[in-house]
């Protein structure tokens, strides 16, 4: 709104720029320091959403996830100071997984920036190493160029997090509109043809190739593509850590994950294969076991690495060919190819699904309590169910016995961030509130954004979380026996009552110890709808799928 003729205030222009680009949420705790853009989003709630989370932390990680879901940057909004240092959690997770998001932080009026006012950073500083852009709009003429180069680095190359600061000062001023702006899109990256020559020349003298796709920035497009490759060529597939759902898991030619823990058969099959076809993830740490079952900086197979910015290409890993493409770009033109050698390929294939098979059947662990809890997820939750999930040992059972059906079907954090899975339920659950949601947490990892169970609450979303609850950080406390045997150190905790937790927010709660309790729990919570919660217990003593500390 604005008093003169021609002229906007700085704040609506913001929001106008927002409804533009075609966002429809936004994330955040309000704060003093950006009124005026509450203000604005007051005059739009048919065009863009506000959801008021509990803690900047959760409206972060919620914004993130709602990036993963939609491919359009997620946004999220917080004050300054202690609400930029809360939202940083969320901030690392979408650098750390490649998804677009963009975060405004209210900043101090313009005339009292390096005195060290009322909650001033330098968020240049702060933000510099988990962010692809960090800015302060100090011109509110600018708004514009800046607003639009945000969308569109979060989108580019390797998809990422942006911080644009507002001065709280700059945000009331009155500004001239220029022209209406360009929707912000991704640009392609095509692998030239003397690189496609190269890479089917390759992979006609392969033997045990195989497929290891991940990262950030795909699309329905692209992972159709991909499956088409797979496919057309008789080529294994496999996917980074918590990428699982790049790739329709019943698929006959996906043979599983690189995940937390070492995969046996896995780690067997990479060892065996002649070329590597890498096509987007950055082969880090946890996905190579350390650095360990590919060795840098040359490994022993061939390395074929498609991924959409050259800095990351050799910059660990030495490739036998690097190909700078997008992965829709890529993975449309390989399945185009003719096919190559689909039959001398495909014995290996079904073998290492067979192999799968048999990994992730829940009867393939003895005496484990657990397992088949995932299992009966697995048989009954329709194929577009949206599972979410944080960091902890329960994570394990999770992704070896739940097979995911669906693009965007998993909400992982691969940065291993705890506290993920409940405001990423939020998110799911406001962006696709057609399809069932689960948040599925340990009771340290729920514990630390529980309170995002009020932003569900508040805003009458479809949800069922799901604590699995051994009263310690169990995976801390694994790594802590391994290392120093009965030296037990900060790893214990005390847990409220969850379900009374979860009923004092108007949810449907119940504590089941077994697989049958688990059963009636589940079955009553999807035809209940509405906001549930099912604790289970955990035997402290079970650490991992078969594996227990004794």
Same mark, same amino acid.
């Given at each position: 709104?604005?008093?003169?003729?021609?002229?906007?205030?700085?704040?609506?222009?913001?929001?106008?720029?927002?409804?533009?680009?075609?966002?429809?949420?936004?994330?955040?705790?309000?704060?003093?320091?950006?009124?005026?853009?509450?203000?604005?989003?007051?005059?739009?709630?048919?065009?863009?959403?506000?959801?008021?989370?509990?803690?900047?932390?959760? =409206?972060?990680? =919620?914004?993130?996830?709602?990036?993963?879901? @939609?491919?359009?940057?997620?946004?999220?909004?917080?004050?300054?100071?202690?609400?930029?240092?809360?939202?940083?959690?969320?901030?690392?997770?979408?650098?750390?997984?490649?998804?677009?998001?963009?975060?405004?932080?209210?900043?101090?009026?313009?005339?009292?920036?390096?005195?060290?006012?009322?909650?001033?950073?330098?968020?240049?500083?702060?933000?510099?190493?988990?962010?692809?852009?960090?800015?302060?709009?100090?011109?509110?003429?600018?708004?514009?160029?800046?607003?639009?180069?945000?969308?569109? @680095?979060?989108?580019?190359?390797?998809?990422?997090?942006?911080?644009?600061?507002?001065?709280?000062?700059?945000?009331?001023?009155?500004? =001239?509109?220029?022209?209406?702006?360009?929707?912000?899109?991704?640009?392609?990256?095509?692998?030239?043809?003397?690189?496609?020559?190269? /890479?089917?020349?390759?992979?006609?003298?392969?033997?045990? $190739?195989?497929?290891?796709?991940?990262?950030?920035?795909?699309?329905?497009?692209?992972?159709?593509?991909?499956?088409?490759?797979?496919?057309?060529?008789?080529?294994?597939?496999?996917?980074?850590?918590?990428?699982?759902?790049?790739?329709?898991?019943?698929?006959?030619?996906?043979?599983?994950?690189?995940?937390?823990?070492?995969?046996?058969?896995?780690?067997?099959?990479?060892?065996?294969?002649?070329?590597?076809?890498?096509?987007?993830?950055?082969?880090?740490?946890?996905?190579?076991?350390?650095?360990?079952?590919?060795?840098?900086?040359?490994?022993?197979?061939?390395?074929?690495?498609? /991924?959409?910015?050259?800095?990351?290409?050799?910059?660990?890993?030495?490739?036998?060919?690097?190909?700078?493409?997008?992965?829709?770009? /890529?993975?449309?033109?390989?399945?185009?190819?003719?096919?190559?050698?689909?039959?001398?390929?495909?014995?290996? @294939?079904?073998?290492?699904?067979?192999?799968?098979?048999?990994?992730?059947?829940?009867?393939?662990?003895?005496?484990?309590?657990?397992?088949?809890?995932?299992?009966?997820?697995?048989?009954?939750?329709?194929?577009?169910?949206?599972?979410?999930?944080?960091?902890?040992?329960?994570?394990?059972?999770?992704?070896?016995?739940?097979?995911?059906?669906?693009?965007?079907?998993?909400?992982?954090? *691969?940065?291993?961030?705890?506290?993920?899975?409940?405001?990423?339920?939020?998110?799911?659950?406001?962006?696709?509130?057609?399809?069932?949601?689960?948040?599925?947490?340990?009771?340290?990892?729920?514990?630390?954004?529980?309170?995002?169970?009020?932003?569900?609450?508040?805003?009458?979303?479809?949800?069922?979380?799901?604590?699995?609850?051994?009263?310690?950080?169990?995976?801390?406390?694994?790594?802590?026996?391994?290392?120093? $045997?009965?030296?037990?150190?900060?790893?214990?905790?005390?847990?409220?009552?969850?379900?009374?937790?979860?009923?004092?927010?108007?949810?449907?709660?119940?504590?089941?110890?077994?697989?049958?309790?688990?059963?009636?729990?589940?079955?009553?919570?999807?035809?209940?709808?509405?906001?549930?919660?099912?604790?289970?217990?955990?035997?402290?003593?079970?650490?991992?799928?078969?594996?227990?500390? *004794?």
């Amino acid at each position: 709104m604005s008093t003169l003729p021609n002229t906007r205030r700085a704040a609506d222009h913001l929001v106008d720029l927002l409804v533009q680009q075609g966002s429809t949420h936004v994330f955040g705790v309000p704060g003093e320091s950006y009124l005026p853009v509450l203000d604005a989003l007051h005059d739009h709630v048919d065009d863009i959403r506000f959801i008021t989370c509990r803690q900047e932390g959760g =409206a972060a990680m =919620a914004a993130e996830a709602h990036g993963k879901l @939609t491919g359009r940057p997620g946004i999220c909004m917080v004050t300054r100071g202690p609400g930029a240092t809360n939202a940083s959690a969320g901030l690392h997770v979408a650098y750390q997984d490649s998804t677009p998001m963009i975060m405004f932080i209210g900043q101090v009026a313009r005339d009292m920036v390096e005195r060290e006012a009322f909650q001033e950073l330098d968020y240049r500083r702060m933000f510099g190493q988990c962010a692809k852009w960090v800015a302060e709009i100090g011109d509110p003429s600018r708004i514009q160029e800046f607003v639009n180069r945000a969308y569109r @680095t979060a989108l580019s190359g390797r998809p990422g997090p942006v911080v644009l600061a507002l001065p709280e000062d700059m945000l009331y001023e009155d500004i =001239a509109l220029p022209p209406a702006p360009r929707i912000a899109t991704a640009p392609r990256y095509q692998p030239s043809a003397d690189a496609m020559a190269d /890479f089917r020349e390759r992979l006609s003298n392969a033997k045990r $190739p195989l497929i290891m796709a991940g990262g950030g920035g795909w699309s329905a497009k692209g992972i159709e593509a991909l499956q088409r490759f797979s496919e057309k060529q008789g080529l294994p597939i496999t996917v980074s850590l918590r990428c699982q759902s790049l790739m329709d898991n019943e698929h006959p030619n996906y043979v599983g994950h690189f995940s937390v823990g070492p995969t046996p058969y896995l780690k067997d099959a990479l060892a065996e294969t002649d070329l590597l076809i890498a096509i987007g993830p950055r082969l880090g740490e946890i996905t190579t076991q350390g650095y360990t079952w590919l060795t840098p900086p040359v490994s022993t197979q061939d390395l074929i690495h498609v /991924f959409p910015e050259p800095e990351e290409i050799g910059r660990v890993y030495e490739p036998t060919l690097g190909l700078v493409a997008d992965m829709d770009s /890529f993975c449309c033109v390989v399945a185009d190819m003719d096919p190559i050698a689909p039959d001398r390929f495909a014995q290996r @294939t079904k073998a290492l699904r067979t192999e799968f098979e048999t990994y992730v059947a829940p009867d393939a662990v003895e005496a484990d309590p657990l397992a088949p809890i995932f299992g009966h997820l697995n048989d009954v939750l329709p194929n577009d169910a949206i599972l979410c999930n944080g960091a902890g040992n329960y994570a394990a059972w999770l992704h070896r016995f739940y097979k995911y059906r669906s693009a965007g079907s998993q909400l992982a954090p *691969t940065s291993g961030s705890m506290g993920y899975g409940m405001p990423a339920a939020v998110a799911a659950a406001v962006t696709a509130p057609e399809r069932e949601v689960y948040a599925i947490a340990g009771d340290g990892c729920f514990m630390m954004t529980c309170q995002e169970l009020a932003t569900a609450a508040h805003h009458d979303l479809r949800l069922t979380v799901i604590v699995i609850n051994n009263a310690r950080y169990g995976t801390i406390r694994a790594h802590q026996e391994r290392e120093f $045997p009965g030296r037990v150190s900060g790893t214990e905790m005390i847990n409220p009552d969850f379900c009374d937790f979860a009923r004092s927010f108007g949810a449907d709660a119940e504590k089941v110890d077994d697989i049958v309790g688990f059963k009636v729990a589940l079955a009553s919570a999807r035809k209940r709808g509405g906001l549930n919660l099912i604790e289970v217990t955990q035997d402290p003593m079970l650490n991992a799928p078969g594996k227990w500390l *004794t």
